[in-house]
């Protein structure tokens, strides 16, 4: 199945609305006093167990090229949740939020080094809308930005975002994104959940299980089986560096979410912020080149 470039970036904007949505169920999971790799690893297991159902024929075909390359992305995906989860103990999650934003920068600087491919112009204006949207999100325009220990390994789990974005770009139609999909969850189950079974074992007695066990699942069916699955069948068909663009949205998708549900209130935070990544978005569907074109002739 072959999706068109609007088509891929619809699925690429639906990847970002649903994780959007999933903040809810991470905030619901943490609040019950589940840790950062049992829930990692369990919507891992929830993940691979959903592929497995509704895909086994095409798993049980998998190559050993397959294996191998979605490993490497899966582990590229492990290294940014545990980098972030991590870094959001010691900083405030407004500047988390802004810098895992900004591999929307670092995915054009992979590209121009990995594929000798220099970002359009119109890009460059849609990254700076939107990483100056991002700052109205989260509310580092008012509050101001200082450096942490978190926030330097929350900027490396964003250096890990772009790698991820770039490596499955790259890899386009070489690899089943089904197959891709089940090395990731594996991936998330092996490395998160041994390194829960490790280092978190203590924590688990002050599980709320009742409260937490549904969030997880849902979290498992939504952010992993649906949109991670969409955001790897729908990158082979997209420019990394329109993907990163694209997926950065998630956070817009969530502030929304979060009003609609009456978590908080309509701000002029919101509405600027969302008001720039949206021009950001349009400005990105624009063919510069054409438009200059039909001006000339016009005038």
């Known amino acids: 199945m072959t999706l068109t470039k609007t088509q891929s970036n619809l699925g690429l904007l639906t990847s970002a609305f649903i994780w959007g949505i999933s903040y809810t169920f991470i905030k619901q999971c943490t609040d019950a006093h589940m840790s950062a790799g049992l829930i990692n690893g369990g919507r891992g297991l929830i993940f691979a167990t959903l592929l497995y159902i509704f895909f086994h024929k095409t798993i049980h075909h998998i190559t050993w090229q397959e294996v191998k ?58 990254i700076i809308l939107c990483l100056i949207g991002t700052t109205f999100l989260t509310g580092i325009i008012q509050t101001g930005f200082h450096l942490q220990l978190g926030d330097i390994l929350t900027l490396c789990s964003a250096i890990f975002v772009s790698l991820q974005i770039v490596y499955y770009s790259a890899l386009g139609t070489r690899l089943n994104p089904i197959n891709s999909s089940f090395m990731l969850a594996m991936s998330q189950i092996v490395v998160s959940g041994g ?82 990544i949206f021009v950001a978005l349009l400005l990105m569907q624009l063919d510069l080149h054409r438009l200059s074109l039909w001006r000339r002739q016009r005038f």
Request: charged share 5%; hydrophobic share 50%; aromatic share 8%.
């Open 69 to 126: 390359l979605g490993a490497i992305g899966g582990l590229l995906n492990v290294a940014v949740v545990l980098l972030q989860t991590t870094g959001l103990k010691y900083t405030t999650p407004s500047n988390s939020s802004f810098l895992t934003a900004t591999y929307v920068l670092f995915v054009p600087i992979v590209v121009w080094i990995t594929q000798h491919q220099r970002p359009q112009r119109k890009l460059i204006l849609a």
């Open 195 to 276: 390194m829960s079974l490790l280092f978190e074992r203590q924590s688990y007695s002050a599980i709320d299980w009742p409260h937490a066990i549904l969030p997880l699942i849902a979290l498992g069916i939504t952010a992993s089986f649906m949109a991670q699955t969409l955001q790897i069948f729908c990158q082979q068909f997209a420019d990394p560096t329109t993907s990163g663009l694209l997926l950065m949205t998630e956070s817009l998708f969530a502030s929304l979410v979060s009003v609609l549900v009456g978590i908080e209130p309509v701000t002029s935070n919101l509405v600027t912020g969302g008001s720039l």
